[in-house]
Protein backbone atom coordinates (compact mmCIF):
# COMPACT_ATOMS: atom_id res chain seq x y z
CA UNK A 1 0.00 0.00 0.00
CA UNK A 2 1.72 3.32 -1.18
CA UNK A 3 1.72 6.35 -3.29
CA UNK A 4 3.51 5.87 -6.62
CA UNK A 5 1.87 8.81 -8.45
CA UNK A 6 0.93 12.36 -7.66
CA UNK A 7 -0.44 15.04 -9.81
CA UNK A 8 -0.16 19.00 -8.98
CA UNK A 9 -2.38 21.82 -10.43
CA UNK A 10 0.36 24.20 -11.20
CA UNK A 11 -1.12 27.63 -11.81
CA UNK A 12 0.82 31.43 -11.62
CA UNK A 13 -0.87 32.09 -8.71
CA UNK A 14 1.15 32.94 -5.63
CA UNK A 15 -0.41 29.62 -3.90
CA UNK A 16 0.77 26.94 -6.38
CA UNK A 17 4.63 26.87 -5.00
CA UNK A 18 2.94 25.74 -1.45
CA UNK A 19 1.13 23.52 -3.54
CA UNK A 20 4.18 22.28 -6.17
CA UNK A 21 6.49 22.09 -2.78
CA UNK A 22 3.68 19.98 -1.00
CA UNK A 23 3.67 17.77 -3.96
CA UNK A 24 7.33 17.12 -4.01
CA UNK A 25 7.67 16.17 -0.11
CA UNK A 26 5.05 13.57 -0.84
CA UNK A 27 6.82 12.38 -3.84
CA UNK A 28 9.85 12.04 -1.84
CA UNK A 29 8.23 10.34 1.08
CA UNK A 30 7.10 7.22 -1.12
CA UNK A 31 9.62 7.84 -3.74
CA UNK A 32 6.30 8.67 -6.12
CA UNK A 33 6.15 9.89 -9.53
CA UNK A 34 4.79 13.89 -9.32
CA UNK A 35 3.51 15.38 -12.46
CA UNK A 36 2.85 19.03 -12.32
CA UNK A 37 -0.12 19.89 -14.57
CA UNK A 38 -0.64 23.58 -15.85
CA UNK A 39 -4.14 24.04 -17.65
CA UNK A 40 -4.67 26.90 -20.66
CA UNK A 41 -7.84 28.30 -21.02
CA UNK A 42 -9.27 27.68 -24.71
CA UNK A 43 -10.03 31.03 -25.79
CA UNK A 44 -12.62 30.11 -26.87
CA UNK A 45 -14.37 29.12 -23.41
CA UNK A 46 -13.06 32.86 -21.44
CA UNK A 47 -14.12 34.89 -24.35
CA UNK A 48 -17.76 36.36 -23.26
CA UNK A 49 -21.07 35.52 -25.67
CA UNK A 50 -20.86 38.37 -28.29
CA UNK A 51 -24.32 40.12 -29.08
CA UNK A 52 -24.98 39.93 -32.84
CA UNK A 53 -23.54 42.87 -34.66
CA UNK A 54 -19.78 42.60 -33.55
CA UNK A 55 -17.32 42.62 -36.47
CA UNK A 56 -15.43 39.60 -37.27
CA UNK A 57 -12.33 41.77 -36.64
CA UNK A 58 -13.08 42.09 -33.07
CA UNK A 59 -14.13 39.06 -32.28
CA UNK A 60 -10.49 38.08 -33.37
CA UNK A 61 -8.83 40.79 -31.73
CA UNK A 62 -10.71 39.48 -28.54
CA UNK A 63 -9.53 35.95 -29.04
CA UNK A 64 -6.10 37.32 -29.81
CA UNK A 65 -5.92 39.07 -26.56
CA UNK A 66 -7.17 36.10 -24.82
CA UNK A 67 -4.52 33.66 -26.08
CA UNK A 68 -1.81 36.59 -25.34
CA UNK A 69 -3.17 36.37 -21.62
CA UNK A 70 -3.37 32.30 -21.14
CA UNK A 71 0.62 31.95 -22.91
CA UNK A 72 1.70 34.54 -20.09
CA UNK A 73 0.38 32.44 -17.45
CA UNK A 74 1.49 29.36 -18.93
CA UNK A 75 4.73 30.93 -19.14
CA UNK A 76 5.07 31.95 -15.20
CA UNK A 77 3.54 28.69 -14.44
CA UNK A 78 6.23 27.05 -16.16
CA UNK A 79 9.05 29.10 -15.15
CA UNK A 80 7.67 29.03 -11.45
CA UNK A 81 7.90 25.09 -11.94
CA UNK A 82 11.64 25.55 -13.02
CA UNK A 83 12.84 27.73 -10.06
CA UNK A 84 11.47 24.89 -7.57
CA UNK A 85 12.77 22.42 -9.62
CA UNK A 86 16.31 24.19 -9.29
CA UNK A 87 16.18 25.57 -5.75
CA UNK A 88 15.24 22.08 -4.70
CA UNK A 89 17.67 19.77 -6.93
CA UNK A 90 14.79 17.66 -8.20
CA UNK A 91 15.31 15.22 -10.52
CA UNK A 92 13.15 15.78 -13.84
CA UNK A 93 11.41 13.40 -16.20
CA UNK A 94 9.04 13.59 -19.19
CA UNK A 95 5.51 12.52 -18.56
CA UNK A 96 6.12 10.05 -21.36
CA UNK A 97 9.29 8.38 -20.09
CA UNK A 98 9.27 4.66 -18.76
CA UNK A 99 8.19 4.51 -15.45
CA UNK A 100 11.54 4.06 -12.79
CA UNK A 101 9.41 1.98 -10.10
CA UNK A 102 9.90 3.69 -6.17
CA UNK A 103 12.15 6.46 -7.89
CA UNK A 104 11.06 10.16 -7.30
CA UNK A 105 10.91 12.27 -9.90
CA UNK A 106 9.32 15.18 -11.50
CA UNK A 107 7.61 16.11 -14.95
CA UNK A 108 6.14 19.14 -16.44
CA UNK A 109 2.69 18.63 -18.71
CA UNK A 110 1.06 21.65 -20.16
CA UNK A 111 -2.41 21.45 -21.73
CA UNK A 112 -5.29 23.39 -23.48
CA UNK A 113 -8.99 23.26 -22.26
CA UNK A 114 -11.38 23.71 -19.19
CA UNK A 115 -9.48 23.55 -15.71
CA UNK A 116 -11.84 21.56 -13.96
CA UNK A 117 -12.26 18.95 -16.38
CA UNK A 118 -8.81 18.69 -16.76
CA UNK A 119 -7.91 18.11 -13.63
CA UNK A 120 -10.66 14.97 -13.00
CA UNK A 121 -9.96 13.30 -16.52
CA UNK A 122 -5.83 13.56 -15.29
CA UNK A 123 -6.67 13.19 -11.48
CA UNK A 124 -8.31 9.81 -12.26
CA UNK A 125 -4.61 8.15 -13.41
CA UNK A 126 -3.34 9.49 -9.79
CA UNK A 127 -2.92 8.06 -6.65
CA UNK A 128 -3.18 11.48 -4.96
CA UNK A 129 -3.95 15.20 -6.35
CA UNK A 130 -2.27 18.02 -4.69
CA UNK A 131 -4.50 21.44 -5.04
CA UNK A 132 -4.09 24.85 -3.39
CA UNK A 133 -6.54 25.46 -1.08
CA UNK A 134 -8.96 28.72 -2.17
CA UNK A 135 -8.75 31.89 -1.02
CA UNK A 136 -12.17 32.42 0.73
CA UNK A 137 -15.60 32.18 -0.26
CA UNK A 138 -15.16 34.32 -3.11
CA UNK A 139 -12.96 32.26 -5.06
CA UNK A 140 -15.32 30.33 -6.88
CA UNK A 141 -12.51 29.38 -9.92
CA UNK A 142 -10.57 27.41 -7.19
CA UNK A 143 -13.32 25.79 -5.13
CA UNK A 144 -14.84 24.86 -8.97
CA UNK A 145 -11.57 23.08 -9.39
CA UNK A 146 -11.39 21.62 -5.44
CA UNK A 147 -15.15 20.24 -6.06
CA UNK A 148 -14.57 18.86 -9.46
CA UNK A 149 -11.30 17.13 -7.73
CA UNK A 150 -13.06 15.54 -4.75
CA UNK A 151 -16.56 14.46 -6.13
CA UNK A 152 -15.15 13.27 -9.98
CA UNK A 153 -11.84 11.72 -9.23
CA UNK A 154 -12.51 8.81 -7.16
CA UNK A 155 -9.39 9.50 -5.81
CA UNK A 156 -7.82 11.57 -2.66
CA UNK A 157 -7.20 15.04 -2.84
CA UNK A 158 -4.56 16.81 -0.70
CA UNK A 159 -5.25 20.65 -0.26
CA UNK A 160 -1.89 22.16 0.04
CA UNK A 161 -1.83 24.72 3.02
CA UNK A 162 -0.80 28.56 2.22
CA UNK A 163 2.77 27.81 3.64
CA UNK A 164 4.61 25.05 2.29
CA UNK A 165 5.23 22.42 5.02
CA UNK A 166 8.35 20.86 5.99
CA UNK A 167 6.79 17.25 6.20
CA UNK A 168 3.29 15.45 5.64
CA UNK A 169 2.10 12.54 7.55
CA UNK A 170 4.78 12.21 10.52
CA UNK A 171 1.90 13.26 12.81
CA UNK A 172 -1.69 12.74 11.30
CA UNK A 173 -4.67 13.02 12.39
CA UNK A 174 -7.82 11.37 11.29
CA UNK A 175 -11.26 13.11 11.98
CA UNK A 176 -13.84 10.42 12.83
CA UNK A 177 -17.40 10.39 12.92
CA UNK A 178 -18.20 6.93 11.94
CA UNK A 179 -19.37 8.22 8.17
CA UNK A 180 -18.92 6.86 5.00
CA UNK A 181 -16.93 9.75 4.17
CA UNK A 182 -14.84 9.48 7.28
CA UNK A 183 -14.16 5.64 6.67
CA UNK A 184 -13.11 6.63 2.79
CA UNK A 185 -10.78 9.05 4.39
CA UNK A 186 -9.40 6.39 6.96
CA UNK A 187 -8.44 4.22 3.62
CA UNK A 188 -7.07 7.37 1.86
CA UNK A 189 -4.63 7.85 5.17
CA UNK A 190 -2.95 4.73 4.86
CA UNK A 191 0.19 5.04 3.55
CA UNK A 192 0.58 7.97 5.15
CA UNK A 193 0.00 6.31 8.81
CA UNK A 194 1.86 3.28 8.09
CA UNK A 195 4.87 5.35 8.19
CA UNK A 196 3.71 7.96 10.54
CA UNK A 197 5.20 8.78 13.73
CA UNK A 198 2.23 9.45 15.03
CA UNK A 199 -1.35 8.82 14.71
CA UNK A 200 -4.45 10.75 16.52
CA UNK A 201 -7.92 9.79 15.92
CA UNK A 202 -10.34 12.35 17.21
CA UNK A 203 -13.75 12.35 17.60
CA UNK A 204 -16.15 15.83 18.83
CA UNK A 205 -19.10 15.89 20.07
CA UNK A 206 -21.98 17.99 18.88
CA UNK A 207 -24.31 18.58 21.62
CA UNK A 208 -24.89 15.71 23.71
CA UNK A 209 -23.92 12.86 21.40
CA UNK A 210 -20.06 11.99 20.36
CA UNK A 211 -18.64 9.05 18.48
CA UNK A 212 -16.29 6.47 20.44
CA UNK A 213 -13.37 6.05 18.16
CA UNK A 214 -11.82 2.85 19.73
CA UNK A 215 -13.15 1.05 17.12
CA UNK A 216 -11.60 2.27 14.09
CA UNK A 217 -8.62 2.43 16.65
CA UNK A 218 -8.63 -1.33 16.81
CA UNK A 219 -9.37 -1.61 13.19
CA UNK A 220 -5.92 0.53 12.45
CA UNK A 221 -4.15 -1.58 15.25
CA UNK A 222 -4.93 -4.58 12.97
CA UNK A 223 -2.38 -3.16 10.24
CA UNK A 224 0.23 -2.80 12.72
CA UNK A 225 -0.67 1.07 13.45
CA UNK A 226 -0.53 2.21 16.28
CA UNK A 227 -3.07 5.00 16.72
CA UNK A 228 -4.27 7.12 20.01
CA UNK A 229 -8.36 8.29 20.25
CA UNK A 230 -9.71 11.10 22.02
CA UNK A 231 -13.04 12.22 21.83
CA UNK A 232 -13.24 16.59 22.18
CA UNK A 233 -16.12 18.49 23.62
CA UNK A 234 -16.10 21.90 20.78
CA UNK A 235 -17.82 23.62 23.60
CA UNK A 236 -18.78 27.16 22.62
CA UNK A 237 -16.70 26.53 18.95
CA UNK A 238 -17.45 25.44 16.12
CA UNK A 239 -16.64 21.54 14.95
CA UNK A 240 -14.27 22.72 12.73
CA UNK A 241 -12.67 24.73 14.67
CA UNK A 242 -11.67 22.56 17.17
CA UNK A 243 -10.65 19.86 14.95
CA UNK A 244 -7.99 22.94 13.86
CA UNK A 245 -7.36 23.41 17.09
CA UNK A 246 -6.41 19.75 18.17
CA UNK A 247 -4.82 19.49 15.47
CA UNK A 248 -2.69 22.41 16.25
CA UNK A 249 -2.42 21.42 19.86
CA UNK A 250 -0.60 18.05 18.32
CA UNK A 251 1.87 19.56 15.90
CA UNK A 252 -0.03 17.65 13.27
CA UNK A 253 1.00 17.84 10.00
CA UNK A 254 -1.39 16.07 7.96
CA UNK A 255 -5.23 16.14 8.84
CA UNK A 256 -7.21 13.95 7.37
CA UNK A 257 -10.83 14.15 6.74
CA UNK A 258 -14.07 12.76 4.31
CA UNK A 259 -15.60 15.57 1.68
CA UNK A 260 -19.10 16.26 2.58
CA UNK A 261 -21.90 17.30 0.22
CA UNK A 262 -25.35 18.55 0.68
CA UNK A 263 -26.19 18.70 -2.53
CA UNK A 264 -26.11 14.40 -4.23
CA UNK A 265 -27.38 16.40 -7.92
CA UNK A 266 -24.55 18.89 -8.14
CA UNK A 267 -22.03 18.19 -5.49
CA UNK A 268 -21.02 21.49 -5.39
CA UNK A 269 -21.72 23.11 -1.94
CA UNK A 270 -19.21 21.09 1.09
CA UNK A 271 -20.81 20.65 4.73
CA UNK A 272 -20.05 23.13 7.07
CA UNK A 273 -17.29 21.66 9.04
CA UNK A 274 -15.53 20.50 5.89
CA UNK A 275 -15.93 24.09 4.14
CA UNK A 276 -14.27 25.87 7.28
CA UNK A 277 -11.57 23.50 8.33
CA UNK A 278 -10.65 23.57 3.96
CA UNK A 279 -10.78 27.45 4.13
CA UNK A 280 -8.58 27.87 7.51
CA UNK A 281 -6.48 24.97 7.73
CA UNK A 282 -2.55 25.74 7.82
CA UNK A 283 -1.74 22.11 7.65
CA UNK A 284 -1.86 19.65 4.75
CA UNK A 285 -5.86 18.27 4.81
CA UNK A 286 -6.47 15.11 3.08
CA UNK A 287 -9.88 14.82 1.64
CA UNK A 288 -11.55 11.97 -0.02
CA UNK A 289 -15.24 11.40 -1.00
Not at 89 to 109: C, I, N, Q, Y
Not at 239 to 260: P, Q
Request: proline share 4%; hydrophobic share 45%; charged share 20%.
Amino acid sequence: MTIATVLALVTDDSRSESTLKTAVVVGQIFGAYVEALHVRASPESIVPVLAGGVSAKSVGLLLEGARASTAKRAERAHRLFQEVALKMSLPLTKVDAEPELGRFSMAWHETTGIESREIVQRGRLFDLTVLARPHDHHDHASSTVLTAALFETGRPILVAPPDAPATVGRRLMLAWNDTREAAAGVGAAMPFAAMADEVTVVSVTEGISGVDPSGIVRALARHGIAAVGQVLDHGKASVGTRLLAAAGERSCDLLVMGGYGHSRLQQLILGGVTNHVLKQAHVPLLMVH
